[in-house]
């Protein structure tokens, strides 16, 4: 058989991201340069300074991708591009840099919604199976998707408010964590207890939305009590309490959600998918579905990266769809 080769470019926040993807699903190189020590003083990412280290990044992020998959420019079918949603400054970069080689080397330019890209991530653990639904949880988006077809997704519920990892990151700003907190709050949640028990919004109203804004100013507020009040308090039973009730936000929604929907897989990505605990409980939860199939996107998968972009991008190569060379950067794209 013939083999397709897609070089891919992720660069919609703070990973300069290069892939060379063979045939949409096997990945020959997937260069991953992070920014994040340069937005660590900050708590956050700073747009202007990611914009600056994806310029220095990106040219020797290309070079070491094709390097490391053994292949040139010759070999390439197309070139596959995150358009959006994401930083405007940052997904100019990756942007410019697709369109470069596109037309240099006279190739399909194919155009990349990230969120769509985070669900291919899981095309690396097994091919996607349609009707599917997908829980997209990352620093930006909480979702959850309808994917009706390889490229015909639509959000079915979202969160009214902060994302999951951003109420992650935030909470692990009051307990001193250095930014992005996510994964070490799941390991310390690992040492604690619910003993706090925190609100879980909105899960008796009619509909697939999250709400993460509540948990976030019922943690502060209880953390700042404390301190005025001058009693020092668990952080793990505090980690421990914070992931409790954000994961059974998300699994209650997504549980919900598959009682409706009649689905082959649950998808789950995004870059709180790598979480110990979510993972867990929605092993648990599949259970009672047995027809469907539960794909969790490989953990090294989960955060940004250009791979992901490569799965996506094949598909929408299979489906036809293409770009010109005036793609622009659309910091709000949505399905
Ligand atoms: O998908 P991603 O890499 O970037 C965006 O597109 O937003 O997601 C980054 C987010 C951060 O908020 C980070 O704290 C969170 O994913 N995260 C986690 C874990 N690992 C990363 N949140 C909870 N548990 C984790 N293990
Ligand atoms: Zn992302």
């Not at 994806?54 to 094709?66: F, R």
């Not at 410019?96 to 990230?114: D, E, G, S």
């Not at 949880?137 to 959000?155: C, M, N, Q, W």
């Not at 706090?196 to 502060?220: C, Q, T, V």
């Amino acid at each position: 058989a013939e083999r397709n080769l897609i070089l891919a470019f992720e660069s919609s926040c703070d990973e300069t991201s290069v892939a060379v993807i063979e045939n949409g699903s096997k990945i020959l190189a997937n260069i991953v340069a992070t920014q994040i020590n340069s937005h660590k003083r900050f708590g956050g990412v700073v747009p202007e300074v990611a914009s600056r280290h994806h310029i220095e990044a990106i040219t020797l992020c290309v070079a070491d991708a094709l390097e490391q998959a053994q292949v040139s420019y010759e070999d390439l079918d197309a070139v596959a591009v995150t358009y959006g949603p994401g930083l405007v400054g940052a997904l100019l970069v990756g942007v410019a840099a697709a369109k470069a080689v596109a037309f240099a080397h006279n190739l399909p330019l194919i155009p990349v919604n990230h969120m769509a890209g985070h669900i291919y991530a899981a095309r690396f653990v097994s091919p996607l199976k349609f009707p599917a639904l997908a829980l997209l949880v990352s620093g930006g988006h909480t979702e959850l998707v309808y994917l009706a077809g390889p490229t015909d997704f639509k959000i079915i519920g979202e969160t009214r408010d902060d994302a999951a990892g951003e109420a992650y990151d935030k909470v692990g700003r009051v307990l001193g964590l250095s930014y992005p907190s996510g994964k070490e709050i799941d390991e310390l949640a690992h040492q604690g207890h619910d003993s706090f028990h925190f609100p879980r919004a909105m899960e008796n109203e009619d509909n697939f939305d999250f709400s993460f804004s509540g948990l976030k100013s019922a943690f502060i507020n209880t953390v700042h009590h404390a301190d005025q009040v001058g009693e020092s308090l668990d952080k793990a039973d505090l980690a421990a309490s914070f992931q409790a009730s954000a994961v059974d936000v998300l699994a209650h929604k997504t549980v919900k959600a598959l009682r409706k929907f009649d689905v082959k897989q649950l998808i789950l990505a995004g870059g709180v998918a790598a979480n110990k605990g979510l993972r867990a409980r929605l092993d648990q939860e599949l259970t009672a579905f047995p027809e469907v199939e539960l794909i969790k996107a490989p953990l090294k998968l989960c955060g940004d990266n250009a791979a992901m972009i490569g799965a996506a991008g094949y598909e929408a190569y299979q489906a036809g769809i293409r770009a010109d060379l005036d793609l622009n950067a659309e910091p709000s794209l949505e399905f």
